[in-house]
């Protein structure tokens, strides 16, 4: 994903999610220095709702190897009922390459893991 591009993961909910600490796994594979802005949206009926949004800056590594990202953020219960969705959304923001950074979907076999989030309980 390069300079403006997206990347999205959506998640069907069948109701709400209980407040607390959200922890964001996001291993990636970087081909370019590039800042990746991290949105976590609600997805229901009328639009999207932000829920949390942070940057991270990311420099190329060891060629198909995969950098350890981790980001932990307190939020409030999230009201929702079945069928919304709750979505991850990668945007990359100073890049020339189409694929400057993306997320790690070999897992191990990048060095790394595959890109999840542990939510509180309900």
Do not use: K
């Not at 709702?49 to 953020?73: I, R």
């Not at 999230?78 to 189409?98: K, N, P």
Request: net charge negative; proline share 4%; aromatic share 10%.
């Amino acid at each position: 994903m390069g300079a403006g591009g997206s990347l999205e993961a959506a998640y069907q909910l069948s109701g709400g999610i209980g407040g607390g600490s959200w922890n964001f796994v996001m291993d990636g594979i970087c081909l370019e220095s590039v800042d990746v802005t991290f949105e976590l949206l609600l997805r229901a009926g009328a639009g999207d709702t932000a829920l949390a949004s942070f940057v991270h800056h990311f420099d190329p590594g060891e060629l198909g190897q995969a950098q350890a990202f981790e980001h932990a953020e307190e939020l409030a219960a999230v009201e929702a009922a079945d069928g919304d969705q709750l979505v991850l959304r990668f945007t990359a923001g100073d890049s020339d390459l189409t694929m400057a950074w993306f997320p790690n979907g070999e897992g191990d076999g990048a060095g790394g893991r595959i890109p999840y989030l542990d939510l509180p309980s309900p």
